[in-house]
């Protein structure tokens, strides 16, 4: 399987985890795009040196998975993919902030050690929860939530677009990838060939899109998402939101793993 033919097939793992009946594909997008949302600012509020405050956060994704029943296995996949730019984006810290914040136990820890975990946890505990709000809704219900929220329609067709034509441009790929395996008979691409076939994939992906276009117009698509889905808030979306929301302002107002080890120690 070709590396266009695994992204693909990632993607489409989402969507088949979206049209799963669980608890948490009950509650309505609305109140858990309104819950994710005060996560990540909650989350990203805190100093550049916070580790242990962090960790009750990690409630949230967690639960979340567990009402989704998510595999944690394709979630972890996932997660791991995008590792990377986060470490990249500390990977500096230790060297260039070497004072000590802390000392644990004989071994003093640097500011730049402390930010560079604080990154670390930050990404996971955010990426994780967009995941998770992900594989358990859809990204059209998401997309038709953000339109209720207030969010204009001219962003969320783009983005639903932008979803669905990747499989339209992936498709397009593999099968030039696999056209191209079978003529060169084990032979590498050289660097010369690629604009040929790029600019060969961007025409094909054009034609492509314009049939799906007009195939659209002939349905009476004028530019508007309608889901076959109402919509509708009830009280357990509101406790959702008050509940979730109320202990984000907890974690966040105080530090309760301090907290919990003053109370163990008394």
């Not at 004989?106 to 990404?123: D, E, K, N, Q, Y």
């Not at 691409?189 to 899109?209: C, Q």
């Not at 889901?227 to 959702?240: C, G, V």
Request: hydrophobic content about 55%; proline content about 5%.
């Amino acid at each position: 399987m070709s590396h266009v033919d695994a992204a693909l097939r990632d993607l489409r793992s989402l969507e088949e985890l979206a049209r799963r009946d669980t608890r948490l594909a009950r509650v309505d997008p609305r109140a858990k795009l309104v819950v994710t949302l005060a996560f990540i600012v909650a989350v990203v509020s805190f100093d550049r040196y916070t580790v242990a405050a962090l960790l009750p956060f990690g409630a949230y994704p967690a639960l979340l998975a567990a009402m989704g029943e998510g595999p944690w296995r394709v979630l972890a996949r996932k997660l791991a993919y995008a590792t990377p730019f986060a470490v990249m984006v500390g990977l500096f810290n230790p060297l260039l902030d070497t004072a000590p914040q802390v000392v644990l136990g004989p071994l003093p820890v640097s500011g730049g050690w402390l930010s560079f975990t604080s990154i670390l946890l930050r990404f996971a505990l955010t990426v994780s929860a967009a995941l998770v709000l992900v594989a358990a809704t859809g990204l059209y219900p998401l997309c038709v939530a953000l339109g209720r929220l207030g969010v204009p329609w001219v962003f969320t067709t783009q983005l639903l677009f932008l979803f669905r034509y990747a499989f339209v441009l992936g498709g397009e790929a593999s099968r030039m990838a696999t056209a191209r395996l079978l003529r060169a008979n084990g032979r590498p691409l050289r660097l010369g060939s690629y604009g040929p076939l790029v600019g060969h994939l961007l025409l094909r992906a054009f034609e492509r899109a314009q049939r799906v276009h007009q195939a659209m117009l002939a349905r009476g698509y004028d530019g508007e998402l309608r889901s076959q889905r109402r919509l509708r808030w009830t009280a357990r979306d509101s406790a959702f939101v008050l509940g979730w929301c109320a202990f984000f302002l907890l974690a966040r107002s105080h530090d309760l793993p301090q907290w919990l080890g003053q109370l163990a120690g008394a």
